[in-house]
């Protein structure tokens, strides 16, 4: 019996192995939110009116400013890629801290929405509009916290060990999935606030 090893020659991409993990990852992502997309056509089409008036109870203003504060942080996140990949530490920090801050902002506005909508008794239970309303976004803001979490471990990694140049594919991949959240809200923006 031998004990030769065989060697077989492997198909390789060329791409690093987190970022097509991560691709294959928003693959998937793209299907789950699909479903909640799919399930608000159908829902509304067939609750136009429950609909109609739930969605002229949100406050557009308050969810436009919050809109501006997400895409400035998608801004932020890719300016933060390019300066480790310049090998600006400074720069990669600053960037990343504003990245971090426009996330905490995200959330401070979603949830001061949400506690309106409380003080006035609108609960995901109220109404099919509203359990919709809260389904979505709040899954999208369970996707900003685990967006948020992974920014400051990598910013207090380069706090207080440093962060050497060649870790840029971990910041490159993270920025896939914030630039992802960004995108999902871009569509759940006009979806929910805008188009009655």
């Known amino acids: 019996m031998s004990t030769a090893a065989t ?4 198909f390789n991409t060329g791409i690093y192995h987190g970022k097509l993990g991560m691709w294959v990852f928003l693959a998937s ?11 608000f056509i159908v829902l509304r089409n067939l609750n136009l009116e429950v609909f109609t008036a739930g969605a002229h109870q949100l406050d557009k203003v308050v969810a436009t400013i919050n809109t501006a504060v ?11 890629h390019l300066a480790l990949e310049r090998g600006h530490e400074g720069k990669f920090r600053l960037f990343l801290g504003l990245t971090i ?4 902002g995200f959330l401070g506005i979603k949830s001061y929405e949400y506690m309106t909508k409380f003080s006035h008794d609108i609960y995901p239970w109220t109404d099919t509009f509203f359990a919709t309303y809260f389904t979505m976004t709040g899954f999208h803001a369970l ?17 207080t060990r440093g962060y050497p140049r060649e870790m840029h594919h971990r910041v490159e991949t993270l920025g896939l999935y914030w630039h992802f959240v960004d995108l999902v809200w871009i569509f759940l923006f006009p979806t929910l606030y805008l188009i009655f």
Do not use: N, Q
């Open 7 to 10: 060697h077989t020659a492997r």
């Open 29 to 39: 992502e793209i299907m789950f939110f699909s479903g909640f997309f799919g399930a």
């Open 70 to 80: 997400l895409i400035t942080s998608s801004l932020t996140m890719a300016l933060s």
């Open 101 to 104: 801050i426009g996330a905490i």
């Open 143 to 159: 996707h900003v916290i685990g967006g948020l979490i992974p920014m400051v471990w990598m910013l207090g990694k380069s706090l």
